[in-house]
């Protein structure tokens, strides 16, 4: 496990760069309290299986967050923790990607892989994040937008 209990390792897939550096060198406190701060919110969420709880909470997230354009446009972005892309109702990739992962720890759904997908090998930019989880030892990606996809 990486900081904050989050998996820095998808087992059987070619390697993919994750989120991680950022996230546990960034300015927000060193612990669970980061992704944990929504109890209130992630309990509605919970559903009878763990694929229909992953479900609610990329609906609530597709429903409440919009993407925002015009930070996407900025080469380097700060990013948003959960609390402050709730608060906002926007956010770019990132900011999904944190927002659906501290969701989901809420709701015991564990452990939560944050992917940082390189779509360019030699650039900085035109990267992008999602969040994937194992169910029922199948692994798939929640991307801003319904339905979970299977990888």
């Known amino acids: 496990m990486g900081c904050f209990g989050l998996s820095t390792h998808l087992p ?7 989120l991680m550096e950022e996230i546990c060198h960034s300015s927000h ?7 944990l701060s ?9 559903g009878n299986t763990t694929s229909d709880t992953a479900w609610n909470v990329l609906k609530w997230v597709e429903e409440n967050i919009e993407y ?4 996407a446009l900025i080469l380097k972005t700060k990013l948003q923790s959960p609390v ?7 956010g770019i990739c990132s900011d999904y990607a944190l927002l659906t992962a501290s969701l989901l720890l809420n709701l015991d759904i564990n452990p939560v ?6 779509l360019y090998k030699d650039s900085e930019s035109g990267g992008h994040a999602a969040v994937a989880v194992e169910l029922n030892g199948d692994y798939f990606i929640l991307d801003q937008h319904l339905p979970v996809m299977h990888i």
């Not at 059987?12 to 994750?18: D, E, K, L, S």
């Not at 402050?84 to 926007?90: L, R």
């Open 12 to 18: 059987n897939f070619h390697p993919i760069n994750i």
């Open 29 to 35: 406190p060193q612990d669970l309290s980061y992704f």
């Open 38 to 46: 929504f109890l209130h919110l992630s309990l509605p969420l919970k």
């Open 68 to 71: 925002n354009d015009m930070k």
């Open 84 to 90: 402050e892309t709730v608060n906002k109702g926007d």
């Open 113 to 118: 892989y944050i992917l940082n997908i390189k």
